[in-house]
């Protein structure tokens, strides 16, 4: 499932509404594919309820949390959910599908099956609507608007649920008009000469992109902070084996700190890291960063043999996609 470009924005904004206060809570998962044999459930306060597996290839545990919203991860990706007093959570989902198989029974999950559903709702407006011209766009993203708050107005829910969610729905309408229009600006970029960049090499010396005409370039725009990054790297990696010795170069460039240059030296090192490995200048405000608009990581972009931009915004190592036209382009 490729992940929409304002996930986690529901996650920010509402971990800061958790209650105070301890409730038992009682949690178990069935997750079929399962990516790890952990599950981890995270919230605000630093809070962190590991729940190995057992026996019965079950997630289980009973826990102290207050009332508000977490995140659980099982390594690879994650989702929010909604904790109650005395609440009995039962989840059940397909790794492999993830969003769209996540459904929560019991007692006290009302919440929780409405950000799962909400998620999924959130990832199929990008599919549909960011393909649309810009008025079109607009009233699309407004009725989600309007048919958001209303699902969330008809629901069972916590007041302190209602509150948070008509917040994050706010958030999203800004944030999606204002990522639709850096997508139209980056669109623009196709058939024209990319932005160079001269950046460290981990290797030794800097790398300019120009220094790599006559190949097409599929660029990484990382961070060794960055989860969903490091998600990306076995994926990555695959498909570099899987096109070694073709026309084309793996570049990687993070955008860490100054300050965490030789952690991510180690992180090479340690990760046997592949590709072109450059660092650059000045983190988010690296001139070629800010000149392709980028507004989150990871981003993809492939560039062809001439140096002109072939997708500003390329299909994830993770998505089939990426496979199929890389596979059109060099063989």
């Not at 198989?101 to 990832?123: H, M, P, R, W």
């Not at 393909?131 to 009725?143: H, I, M, R, V, Y």
Request: one cysteine or more; a neutral charge.
């Amino acid at each position: 499932m490729k992940k929409l470009l304002v996930a986690g924005l529901v996650i920010f904004n509402v971990l800061n509404v958790i209650g105070q206060g301890k409730n038992s809570i009682k949690f178990s998962a069935k997750i079929a594919n399962r990516n790890s044999d952990t599950l981890v459930i995270k919230g605000k306060n630093n809070f962190r309820q590991v729940i190995p597996i057992d026996k019965k290839e079950v997630f289980a545990a009973t826990f102290d949390a207050p009332q508000g919203f977490y995140v659980f991860s099982d390594g690879t990706e994650s989702s929010n959910l909604y904790l109650k007093p005395n609440s009995e959570v039962n989840l059940t989902m397909n790794a492999k599908e993830f969003d769209e198989t996540i459904v929560y029974k019991g007692k006290g999950v009302n919440e929780s099956n409405f950000l799962a559903q909400q998620a999924l709702k959130d990832e199929n407006f990008q599919k549909d609507a960011f393909a649309k011209e810009s008025a079109e766009f607009t009233a699309l993203l407004d009725g989600k608007l309007k048919a958001d708050t209303e699902s969330l107005e008809k629901g069972d829910f916590a007041p302190e649920f209602k509150t948070a969610l008509k917040s994050s729905f706010e958030s999203f309408h800004q944030y999606a008009a204002e990522e639709y229009e850096r997508a139209v600006k980056a669109n623009k970029m196709v058939g024209k000469a990319s932005p160079d960049f001269d950046y460290e090499n981990y290797k030794g010396g800097k790398t300019k992109l120009s220094d790599l005409k006559g190949k097409y370039v599929y660029i990484d725009l990382w961070a060794t902070w960055c989860a969903p990054c490091r998600a990306e790297i076995p994926y990555l990696q695959k498909i570099e084996e899987k096109y070694h010795g073709k026309n084309i170069e793996f570049v990687s460039i993070s955008i860490d700190k100054l300050k965490d240059n030789e952690k991510w030296k180690k992180f090479v090192t340690d990760k046997q890291l592949g590709g072109t490995q450059l660092f650059a200048d000045k983190d988010w405000e690296s001139e070629f960063v800010v000149n392709y608009g980028v507004t989150g990581i990871p981003r993809f972009i492939l560039i062809d043999p001439k140096g002109n931009v072939v997708k500003s915004d390329a299909p994830r190592p993770s998505d089939p996609e990426l496979d199929k036209q890389l596979n059109s382009l060099l063989n």
